[in-house]
């Protein structure tokens, strides 16, 4: 097979790097983080990459990636409003402190991407599949996640008020300290996710398929409705919970030690012995 070749007419005769890509760490730590370089052009063909020890970087207001391929390290630091990325493929690419509010990244599929501090407010991730993505401190408010599939989320400390994350699948997801308030959890799938001190004030989970093992020591879960779904074997220690409403919620072994339950009310659920005597020690009666 030929080697792949760059569209831009100063790389024409650049073969792909053979990088080590068995861990995205490594696979970083081999290129420099900053490499002067002429901005890419944004008509691109069908294949994208970067050259050996460069970093390619993208600096126009107005992108549009609809349906490309993009392997390589690629750089999209700076303002970019309604950028466009549907159906596009991207891997090892750097979103990080990117302003890109009202990006449009339907149909997506990214692995190993950063997005750490970046703006993505109103953008839509909508049917995004992907694995190792960081969303640290990230701003995502608004935005659509809906029916998203993402091996390794982590979303630590990330601003995620009004979201949709409806239908959204990801063990092991990280939302510690993460803004979840008002943001829709219906019929997501997070096995051991950690919400460990997240805000998730007036969220709603309507019928989530699986939260067993998920961690929500010392969040913020006033308001909270959830309505059916399993949340077997979920920590609630030093919770908030106050005014927060379960029906029809499956929460067998599930721990409450020091959660606060003043107000909440616990609808045709299956509860485990713990929380039977945390809501007899908060109300003085048995439900």
């Given at each position: 097979m030929p080697p792949r070749v760059y569209p831009n007419d100063h790389l024409a005769h650049a073969s792909r790097p053979s990088l080590d890509k068995s861990h995205p760490d490594t696979y970083r730590k081999q290129i420099p983080d900053q490499i002067p370089r002429p901005p890419l052009n944004i008509s691109f063909g069908s294949f994208i990459t970067a050259p050996p020890g460069e970093t390619p970087k993208t600096d126009v207001q107005t992108i549009n990636f609809s349906?490309?391929?993009?392997f390589g390290y690629v750089d999209f630091?700076?303002?970019?409003?309604?950028?466009?990325?549907?159906?596009?493929k991207i891997e090892d690419a750097n979103f990080a402190r990117s302003f890109m509010r009202k990006a449009n990244l339907m149909n997506v599929s990214i692995y190993r991407g950063d997005f750490t501090q970046a703006c993505f407010e109103n953008a839509s991730f909508m049917n995004m599949q992907g694995g190792a993505l960081n969303f640290t401190g990230a701003n995502l408010g608004d935005v659509n996640l809906m029916n998203?599939?993402?091996i390794r989320a982590n979303f630590?400390?990330?601003?995620?008020?009004?979201a949709c994350l409806a239908n959204i699948e990801s063990d092991d997801a990280n939302f510690t300290g993460a803004n979840l308030t008002r943001v829709l959890?219906?019929?997501?799938?997070?096995?051991?996710?950690n919400f460990t001190g997240a805000i998730?004030?007036?969220?709603?989970?309507?019928?989530?398929?699986?939260l067993c093992n998920a961690n929500f020591t010392g969040a913020n879960?006033?308001?909270?409705?959830?309505k059916g779904g399993k949340f077997n074997r979920a920590n609630f220690t030093g919770a908030d919970l106050q005014s927060a409403v379960f029906e029809d919620v499956d929460l067998t072994d599930t721990t409450w030690w020091g959660a606060n339950l003043t107000g909440a009310s616990f609808l045709n659920c299956t509860m485990s012995p713990e929380l039977l005597n945390r809501?007899?020690?908060v109300t003085g009666k048995k439900p």
């Open positions: 349906g490309q391929t993009l630091g700076g303002i970019h409003a309604d950028a466009e990325f549907a159906s596009a998203a599939k993402i630590t400390g990330a601003g995620l008020v009004d959890l219906g019929g997501v799938r997070l096995p051991n996710a998730l004030t007036a969220a709603r989970f309507e019928s989530p398929k699986m879960m006033q308001l909270v409705k959830a809501i007899a020690e």
